[in-house]
C-alpha cells in the first residue's frame, strides 16, 4: 500500500460532517469538502455523515462513515459485527439492503464503462446495463475462504487496505461447513507454522482445511483433492486451486455465456485463461466431435486439472502457455469462430485483444471479475472496429463491492 502523501485540506483522523454522493469502484461512495474528493466507506449516496480520515493522498483523502446522521431508505443494519470501520474489510456493502447492492454494483459497471470504456448514453441505454442476483441469499454462499493468521497464531480477516488481521469468531458469508470449522480463535485453534490458512467446502461435499506458510500446504486436514459439481460433469481439482466460490457461479456463467455465444456444431473455440476447463467442456457439448476446442493456460495446477477432468473429450486440446506467448509464438492460430475469454483481474490487455480480432472469430464472450479492466479492454475491441453487443451482470459476491461480467463483444456487420 502506498505511503500516504501530505496534501492541503483533510488531515488523516480528522473527522468532517459531509453529504455523500455517487457511488464510486472499490465499495466507496463519492463526497467533496471544500473541492476536496473524498472516498467514502460504509456510507450511501445521499446520506449525510460524519467521517473520519483513514488516508490522505494526493488528490483525495479516505475516510469511514463513523456516524450516520440522515440515513438512506437503502440502510440496513450489517448482520456481522466485523463489518464496522476499523474492522474487517472483506465485506463492503453489509449496511445496504440487497437490492439496492445490485443498483449499486450496476451503477458502478455503467460509469467504468462510460469513463474508462468510452461508451456514451445511448450505448449504455441500448445495453441496460443490470446485476442479477444469485439464489442462495447474501449469507452463508462463500465455499472458499483464505483466513490470515497473526503474531499470535491466530487465524482471522485483513481491514480494508492493511496487512493487519481482525481476530474472529466466525464469517456470515463463509459456507455452513467452512463456519463449523475449527479454524477460529474460539475454537482454541492456533497456526505457529503458517502465515495463512485455506478453507474449502466444495458442491461435491467435500471440506478441506489446508494451512500455507510461503505459498506452500505445511498441513491439510480432509482431502487434497476436492470434487465440484456443474454444467452436468463432476469435476477434481486441488483444495487450493482456482474454482468459483458462489455454489451457483459456474452454472450461471457457463448458461450466461453459451447464450450470448451460441456456439455450433462444426466450430472451432477458443477458452483462454481456461482452468480447470469448465467453459471447454461447455463448448465441447455444443461444437460436437465436428468442432475442436482449444484451452490455453498457464497454472500448472489449472492445466493438470483441466486435462484430468477433459480427458473424455478427445476433441479439447490443452495448451499449457501463457495466453500471450500462446498467441505470440503461433501455439494457437485462426481460424476460430468462438472465443471464451477469462482473463485475471487485471484484464486481457491490448496486445491479446488485437490478436484476437486478427484471428477473426465471429464473437468472444468476455467473462470479468474487474469492471474496470473489463472497460479499458472493451475500449481496445471497439477502437479496433468491435462493439459490445451485451453485457450481464452476476452478484457472485453477495454484500461485498465485486461483481461478474459476462459481455459479448462482436466484429463489424
Known sequence: MAEPVAAPGLAEAERVELTVGAVAPGGHCVARVDGQVVFVRHALPGERVVVEVTEVHRGFVRADAVTVLEASPDRVEAPCPYARPGRCGGCDLQHVAPPAQLEWKAAVVREQLTRLGGLDDEELDRLQVRVEALPGGPLGWRSRVRYAVDAADRAGLLKHRSHEVVPIDRCLIAHPAIQRLPVLPPSGARWPEAEAVETVASSG????????????????????????VAAGREWTLPATAFWQVHPAAADTLVRALLELVDPRPGETAWDLYGGAGLFAAALAGRVGD???????????????????????????????????????????????????????????????????????????????????????DVRTFTGLGWRLAAVRGFDLFPMTQHVELVGLLLPPD
Open 205 to 228: 461435499g467435500d471440506v478441506t482445511v489446508t494451512a500455507l506458510a510461503e505459498g506452500v500446504a505445511t498441513e491439510v486436514e480432509g482431502p487434497a483433492v476436492v470434487r465440484e
Open 290 to 376: 465436428a468442432g475442436r476446442v482449444t484451452l490455453v493456460e498457464a497454472a500448472a495446477q489449472g492445466v493438470a486439472a483441466a486435462r484430468e477432468n477433459l480427458r473424455d473429450l478427445p476433441r479439447v486440446e490443452v495448451v499449457a502457455a501463457r495466453v500471450e506467448t500462446a498467441l505470440a509464438r503461433r501455439r494457437i492460430t485462426g481460424p476460430v469462430d468462438v472465443v471464451v475469454l477469462d482473463p485475471p483481474r487485471t484484464g486481457a490487455g491490448a496486445r491479446v485483444v488485437r490478436e484476437l480480432v486478427a484471428a477473426g472469430p465471429r464473437a468472444v464472450a468476455y467473462v470479468a471479475c474487474d469492471p474496470a479492466a473489463f472497460a479499458r
